[in-house]
T-cell receptor
Framework: GAVVSQHPSRVICKSGTSVKIECRSL??????MFWYRQFPKKSLMLMAT?????????EQGVEKDKFLINHASLTLSTLTVTSAHPEDSSFYIC?????????????FGPGTRLTVL | GENVEQHPSTLSVQEGDSAVIKCTYS??????FPWYKQELGKRPQLIID?????GEKKDQRIAVTLNKTAKHFSLHITETQPEDSAVYFC??????????FGTGTRLKVLA
């Protein structure tokens, strides 16, 4: 149980294009998902909290017009990197929050490696 | 806001020895502390967690201890094996479900 998938796993794009990354909870419903960014050999930096049916909550310093988040259903959240530039190249990881048996835990997707040329 | 410090940043141990990773947090309201293991290019995997009403939790070779007074918690891995080599992250949350992660510890288990 508690499987989170992410698609695509790897994407290479030209500067100026937009890239959409999908995060799905496969065997549970997630009212809350999170998007993180991870630089090489660094920790996970929370970008935004994605809430089903409402606007995402962005962390300080994260441009909401640059990183568009849509949580249209209880099993799917998408992150769109608009007008991507080389500095947006990074490892993007989503997680889904699960409430079960009195525990409140996050399970992570496998990540998407974005390379902007 | 919450701040989590993690030490050491790298740790090398001989196979069979124990490894200890320590984290300190700043927000006394934090009440849930998970530990994640991340192998190169892979997703972080939850390996153990502890809540603030518990002082210690053990799962086979892995244990976590929590000292609420000092606001620190530690991961203990006994009888280390080469497959334990990875980056380990601690995290803390106040129950608003937003995790604050530590900076990570790269553990190398030498055969």
């Amino acid at each position: 149980g508690a499987v989170v998938s992410q698609h695509p796993s790897r994407v290479i794009c030209k500067s100026g294009t937009s890239v959409k990354i999908e995060c799905r909870s496969l065997d549970f419903q997630a009212t809350t998902m999170f998007w993180y960014r991870q630089f090489p050999k660094k920790s996970l930096m929370l970008m935004a909290t994605s809430n089903e049916g409402s606007k995402a909550t962005y962390e300080q310093g994260v441009e909401k017009d640059k990183f568009l988040i849509n949580h249209a259903s209880l099993t799917l959240s998408t992150l769109t990197v608009t007008s991507a530039h080389p500095e947006d190249s990074s490892f993007y990881i989503c997680s889904a929050r699960i409430l079960a048996g009195g525990t409140d835990t996050q399970y992570f997707g496998p990540g998407t490696r974005l390379t902007v040329l | 806001g919450e701040n989590v410090e993690q030490h050491p940043s790298t740790l090398s141990v001989q196979e069979g020895d124990s490894a200890v990773i320590k984290c300190t947090y700043s927000d006394s309201a934090s009440n849930y502390f998970p530990w994640y293991k991340q192998e190169l290019g892979k997703r972080p995997q939850l390996i153990i967690d502890i809540r603030s009403n518990v002082g210690e939790k053990k799962d086979q070779r892995i244990a976590v201890t929590l000292n609420k007074t000092a606001k620190h918690f530690s991961l203990h891995i006994t009888e280390t094996q080469p497959e334990d080599s990875a980056v380990y992250f601690c995290a803390a949350t106040t129950g608003t479900y937003k995790y604050i992660f530590g900076t990570g510890t790269r553990l190398k288990v030498l055969a």
